[in-house]
């Protein structure tokens, strides 16, 4: 049966890392590479319920057809919120980013704002955020606004299925581009085990006035090791269990 065990510690976390590929169909050019890249989250209680969480990580696409090429973003995230692991949490994030080898995007940095929280239902989490923020390219700002939900169930305490739903706005005085997102996540921990293995779908649809239409597929296997919790589902009561947008494809 599963249970709503005790954290094993005030503080825990988890890395993890990916591996996988990517395709692109820009207005009828195709692309298509590899994909990698990481994260770092980390969770500590204080003052009872009052949770801080800090993120760090890392993604990074190389083009192997239509254009050879490697963009990379990386950044870096806070959540404070109150948690009932028995009920629900609510809280307030931002993130900051920037961007490596991407030369055509001189300059090209982004942060965001918003609200989140989630829901426990028994085996089910609900999960809702909504943001915004700027975005610079070329010395041109975008605003930003999103929002995004997810439902988490949990067959066992050590096997874990995701979905998502997403939709973003980037506007700026000459266009825009709205995105919407679609994934699909599973997740294994060995029993007695701090190491997890998972795999992810993330389908993003761009609609933009300077670009056209963008259909991005992305999918990626990884492992995760963590630590100061005993199951998958102790970590998402207890532990790091928020995160944040994260785009197919950075500029959008």
């Known amino acids: 049966m599963m249970t709503d065990n005790a954290p094993s510690t005030a ?5 993890e890392g990916y591996y996988g590929g990517f395709q692109i ?5 195709d692309t298509s590479g590899q994909t990698f890249g990481g994260a770092v989250r980390a969770n500590c209680n204080f003052n009872q319920r009052w949770n801080g969480q800090g993120d760090f990580f890392v993604d990074s696409l190389r083009a192997t057809s239509g254009g050879n090429s490697t963009i990379s973003n990386f950044g870096a995230a806070g959540h404070i919120y109150w948690r009932n692991p028995s009920s629900h949490a609510l809280g307030g994030f931002g993130a900051i980013e920037g961007y490596d080898n991407a030369s055509s995007f001189d300059g090209t940095k982004r942060y965001h704002l918003g609200v989140e929280g989630q829901v426990y239902l028994d085996r089910v989490t609900l999960y809702g955020q909504a943001y915004t923020g700027r975005h610079t390219i070329n010395s041109s700002t975008a605003a930003i606004r999103g929002v995004r ?14 979905g998502e739903i997403g939709y973003r706005e980037l506007a700026t005085s000459s266009g ?5 997102v679609l994934g699909a996540e599973a997740t294994y921990r060995f029993d007695d085990s701090p190491v997890s293995v ?4 993330q389908y993003d649809h761009i609609t933009s006035s300077d670009t056209g239409r963008a259909d991005i597929h992305k999918y990626v296997a990884g492992v995760k090791l963590s630590l100061g919790s005993k199951t998958l589902f102790e970590e998402d009561r207890h532990g ?3 995160d944040t947008a994260r785009p197919n494809y950075f500029i959008y």
């Open 11 to 15: 503080c825990s976390g988890y890395a």
């Open 25 to 29: 169909d820009s207005s009828g050019t």
């Open 149 to 162: 939900g997810m439902a988490r169930y949990f067959a066992t305490d050590n096997l874990r299925f995701e």
């Open 176 to 180: 825009s581009a709205d995105t919407v």
């Open 198 to 201: 998972f795999g992810r779908y």
């Open 240 to 242: 790091a269990t928020m």
